[in-house]
C-alpha cells in the first residue's frame, strides 16, 4: 500500500510539473505577441467571464429546453472558419477581442464546450449564458444557466486548475486572471418589461435595486474566491437596440425612453453599490465597466466608426430576427456586414464590439493595473 502511495504520489506531481511546465509555456507564447502592453511585472494569465448571451460563446449548445442559442448559421459566419460557435454575433465577441488584444489567445471557449481542451483552463473560459441575469427568475425564463449555477461551474473549474497545476499555482492564476461580468440586459427587457407579473410586483426602482444589489454579491463572492481583478460591466442602452424600437418604439421604432431610463437607473445603483463593495474591502479590484455610454454613442454618431445602419439588424428584416428567428431557412444575410452596429435585433456586430473595445482599453486599462 505504501509503494502504492509513492507511485501516486511521483504520478501526481509529475502531473502538476507538466502543466505547470505547460503553463509558462503558454504564457511566454502568447503574451509576446499582445497588442496591448502589459506594465512591468505585471501579468493576465487569463480571462475568466460570467454573464449572458452577449459574452456566452456556446454554453447553452446542449441545453436543448432553451431558445437561447445560436449554434447554427448564420451566426459566426465570419467567426474562424464561418462555423457557428454559439456566439450570439456574426464574428468575436467583445471578450474575445479582449484577449487577442491582450495576447492571451484568438478566443474565450465555453467552459461546457465537449471539445475544450484542458489546456484552455489555463488561460481562460466563459461561464457566460444566453438569457441569463441577475435575477434568478430570469434565467429560469429562458432556461439558461442562472448565475448561481454560473458559479458552481467556477467552483468546479477551481477543482480542475488544482488538480492539473496545484494550489499554489491555481491562487496565482485566479489572483493575477481578469473576472469580467457582463449580465442586466435580460432582467430589464425580459423579466421586467417583459413580464406584467413582475411590474404588479416591483416598480421599476424596486426592481433595479434587487439587480444591483445582486450584482453586489456577485463581485463580493468572486472576491471571496480570490479574484482581484473584476470588472463588473453596466447594461447598454436597451431602448435602442432593434427588436426593443420593434416593440414598443411606435410606428417610427425611435429609442424607448423608459427601457433607457430603467437602464441608467440601474447603471447608477450598480455603479454606487461596486464603490460602495470596494470601499468595505479596502480594495480597488472592482471596477464599473460604462458600455451604455459607449455603445450609445456609435448608435447616435455612427458615420464617424463608419456604420450606416443603427435601428436594424444584419440578419433577415433586421426588425425582430433573434436566436432561433435569425437562422439559414428564415433570414437572409445582410452582404456588408461592416454597415450595420447590431448583427441580429439584439447583439452587435464583431465591428461594433471592436469599436468598443478601443474605447474600453482607452478608458480602462490604467484602472485595471
Given at each position: 500500500?505504501?509503494?502504492?502511495?509513492?507511485?501516486?504520489?511521483?504520478?501526481?506531481?509529475?502531473?502538476?510539473?507538466?502543466?505547470?511546465?505547460?503553463?509558462?509555456?503558454?504564457?511566454?507564447?502568447?503574451?509576446?505577441?499582445?497588442?496591448?502592453?502589459?506594465?512591468?511585472?505585471?501579468?493576465?494569465?487569463?480571462?475568466?467571464?460570467?454573464?449572458?448571451?452577449?459574452?456566452?460563446?456556446?454554453?447553452?449548445?446542449?441545453?436543448?429546453?432553451?431558445?437561447?442559442?445560436?449554434?447554427?448559421?448564420?451566426?459566426?459566419?465570419?467567426?474562424?472558419?464561418?462555423v457557428p460557435t454559439g456566439r450570439f454575433s456574426n464574428g468575436k465577441v467583445s471578450t474575445?477581442?479582449?484577449?487577442?488584444?491582450?495576447?492571451?489567445?484568438?478566443?474565450?471557449?465555453?467552459?461546457?464546450?465537449?471539445?475544450?481542451?484542458?489546456?484552455?483552463?489555463?488561460?481562460?473560459?466563459?461561464?457566460?449564458?444566453?438569457?441569463?441575469?441577475?435575477?434568478?427568475?430570469?434565467?429560469?425564463?429562458?432556461?439558461?444557466?442562472?448565475?448561481?449555477?454560473?458559479?458552481?461551474?467556477?467552483?468546479?473549474?477551481?477543482?480542475?486548475?488544482?488538480?492539473?497545476?496545484?494550489?499554489?499555482?491555481?491562487?496565482?492564476?485566479?489572483?493575477?486572471?481578469?473576472?469580467?461580468?457582463?449580465?442586466?440586459?435580460?432582467?430589464?427587457?425580459?423579466?421586467?418589461?417583459?413580464?406584467?407579473?413582475?411590474?404588479?410586483?416591483?416598480?421599476?426602482?424596486?426592481?433595479?435595486?434587487?439587480?444591483?444589489?445582486?450584482?453586489?454579491?456577485?463581485?463580493?463572492?468572486?472576491?471571496?474566491?480570490?479574484?482581484?481583478?473584476?470588472?463588473?460591466?453596466?447594461?447598454?442602452?436597451?431602448?435602442?437596440?432593434?427588436?426593443?424600437?420593434?416593440?414598443?418604439?411606435?410606428?417610427?421604432?425611435?429609442?424607448?425612453?423608459?427601457?433607457?431610463?430603467?437602464?441608467?437607473?440601474?447603471?447608477?445603483?450598480?455603479?454606487?453599490?461596486?464603490?460602495?463593495?470596494?470601499?468595505?474591502?479596502?480594495?480597488?479590484?472592482?471596477?464599473?465597466?460604462?458600455?451604455?455610454?459607449?455603445?450609445?454613442?456609435?448608435?447616435?454618431?455612427?458615420?464617424?466608426?463608419?456604420?450606416?445602419?443603427?435601428?436594424?439588424?444584419?440578419?433577415?428584416?433586421?426588425?425582430?430576427?433573434?436566436?432561433?428567428?435569425?437562422?439559414?431557412?428564415?433570414?437572409?444575410?445582410?452582404?456588408?456586414?461592416?454597415?450595420?452596429?447590431?448583427?441580429?435585433?439584439?447583439?452587435?456586430?464583431?465591428?461594433?464590439?471592436?469599436?468598443?473595445?478601443?474605447?474600453?482599453?482607452?478608458?480602462?486599462?490604467?484602472?485595471?493595473?
Amino acid at each position: 500500500m505504501k509503494g502504492n502511495n509513492i507511485v501516486h504520489h511521483i504520478t501526481s506531481s509529475s502531473s502538476k510539473l507538466f502543466w505547470f511546465v505547460l503553463f509558462l509555456v503558454l504564457f511566454l507564447n502568447t503574451n509576446t505577441n499582445a497588442l496591448v502592453k502589459l506594465p512591468p511585472n505585471k501579468t493576465i494569465p487569463a480571462i475568466i467571464v460570467f454573464g449572458d448571451s452577449i459574452v456566452d460563446a456556446g454554453n447553452n449548445d446542449d441545453i436543448m429546453t432553451t431558445l437561447a442559442r445560436c449554434n447554427y448559421p448564420p451566426y459566426g459566419i465570419d467567426f474562424d472558419g464561418g462555423v457557428p460557435t454559439g456566439r450570439f454575433s456574426n464574428g468575436k465577441v467583445s471578450t474575445d477581442i479582449i484577449a487577442e488584444e491582450y495576447g492571451i489567445k484568438p478566443s474565450i471557449p465555453a467552459y461546457r464546450d465537449p471539445n475544450l481542451k484542458p489546456e484552455d483552463l489555463l488561460t481562460g473560459v466563459t461561464f457566460a449564458s444566453g438569457g441569463g441575469g441577475y435575477v434568478p427568475f430570469t434565467a429560469q425564463l429562458s432556461g439558461g444557466i442562472s448565475y448561481s449555477q454560473q458559479l458552481k461551474l467556477f467552483e468546479e473549474y477551481i477543482e480542475k486548475l488544482k488538480e492539473m497545476v496545484g494550489e499554489e499555482r491555481t491562487k496565482f492564476i485566479i489572483e493575477n486572471s481578469l473576472f469580467m461580468v457582463v449580465f442586466g440586459s435580460n432582467d430589464i427587457t425580459n423579466t421586467y418589461f417583459g413580464l406584467p407579473s413582475v411590474q404588479r410586483k416591483y416598480d421599476v426602482g424596486s426592481f433595479t435595486t434587487l439587480m444591483a444589489d445582486n450584482a453586489r454579491s456577485f463581485a463580493q463572492k468572486l472576491h471571496e474566491y480570490g479574484a482581484r481583478r473584476i470588472q463588473v460591466f453596466s447594461a447598454p442602452p436597451l431602448g435602442c437596440v432593434p427588436s426593443q424600437r420593434t416593440i414598443a418604439g411606435g410606428l417610427t421604432r425611435t429609442c424607448v425612453a423608459r427601457f433607457n431610463d430603467a437602464t441608467k437607473l440601474y447603471n447608477a445603483k450598480l455603479y454606487a453599490n461596486l464603490d460602495s463593495l470596494s470601499r468595505t474591502l479596502r480594495d480597488k479590484a472592482i471596477i464599473y465597466i460604462d458600455i451604455y455610454d459607449s455603445l450609445l454613442d456609435i448608435i447616435l454618431n455612427p458615420q464617424e466608426y463608419g456604420f450606416k445602419v443603427v435601428d436594424k439588424g444584419c440578419c433577415g428584416t433586421g426588425l425582430i430576427e433573434v436566436a432561433v428567428l435569425c437562422n439559414k431557412f428564415t433570414a437572409e444575410v445582410c452582404p456588408k456586414r461592416d454597415d450595420y452596429v447590431f448583427w441580429d435585433s439584439f447583439h452587435p456586430t464583431e465591428k461594433t464590439y471592436r469599436v468598443m473595445v478601443a474605447k474600453y482599453f482607452k478608458r480602462y486599462f490604467n484602472k485595471t493595473f
